[in-house]
Nanobody
Framework: QVQLVESGGGLVQAGGSLRLSCAASGSIFSFNAMGWYRQAPGKQRELVAG???????NYADSVKGRFTISRDNAKNTVTLQMNSLKPEDTAVYYC???????????????WGQGTQVTVSS
């Protein structure tokens, strides 16, 4: 069974930093896209940063220059370093990955359980 387990998040003052990590476990044949989304109260879930299947990165305009996404293919992890945090970054952050499990060989969308990030002003 493939799982995404997130860590990090919490409460930080505006201007501070946080790091989110996501580790994929289970019988994984390959990865396609992988990244982070967030959802603030009353808003739709949005892409924050991610790797495409070709390995290029995408960032939401609102986080460019402040957030950095990285991955460790050997450990099946993806990390989001968030600097210069703003109150509007407050949301539940979700790890997402499109993974091909070894038991099905079908690309499947997986989500982490979500981690709360709260930025106080």
């Amino acid at each position: 069974q493939v799982q995404l387990v997130e860590s990090g998040g919490g409460l930080v003052q505006a201007g501070g930093s946080l790091r989110l990590s996501c580790a994929a476990s289970g019988s994984i044949f390959s990865f396609n896209a992988m990244g982070w989304y967030r959802q603030a109260p009353g808003k739709q879930r949005e892409l924050v940063a991610g790797f495409t299947s070709s390995g290029s990165t995408n960032y939401a305009d609102s986080v460019k220059g402040r957030f950095t996404i990285s991955r460790d293919n050997a450990k099946n992890t993806v990390t989001l370093q968030m600097n210069s945090l703003k109150p509007e970054d407050t949301a539940v952050y979700y790890c997402n990955a499109q993974i091909v499990p070894t038991n099905t060989l079908i690309t499947t969308d997986y989500w982490g359980q979500g981690t709360q990030v709260t930025v106080s002003s």
